[in-house]
């Protein structure tokens, strides 16, 4: 399994465990009454030599959730924000699959007027790996 597969798989994982919150793998399954809800991609991947055998990978990966909600709409997204940023702080590594990862955007959307509206947000993390190029799939 790629590197790439296995972070995104342990973000995933690691939403999956915040309560109140449901994972999907693909935004199809999203549904009325499945809000609040997160979707994990890795966006694109840039990669560096680091010696003869060794690539130091750059993921991009996007948390997206969605809700609803009304006058709190904005609260109800910065919370889910909040609780991303968390889950992935708590170990940035995910258990040594990554050196590090770090925030780089958050953006928030808000769609429809009226009495229920739904609310998207996206953020934008850097996760860095090492790998050999012969095995995509193992962290060094």
Partial sequence: MHIRQRIREA???RLEGLVGYRVFKHPFALFPGSYPAFRVTAMGEAAEPNGFEILAREIDLQVDGWTVGDDELEDRLDAMSEAVEAAIASDGTFGGLATDTTLQR???VIDGDGDRRVGRLRL???ARAVTTRADPSTPL
Wanted: hydrophobic residues 35%; charged residues 35%; aromatic residues 12%.
């Fill in 124 to 126: 934008t993390f850097l």
């Fill in 106 to 108: 958050t953006e928030k």
């Fill in 11 to 13: 973000v995933e994982t």
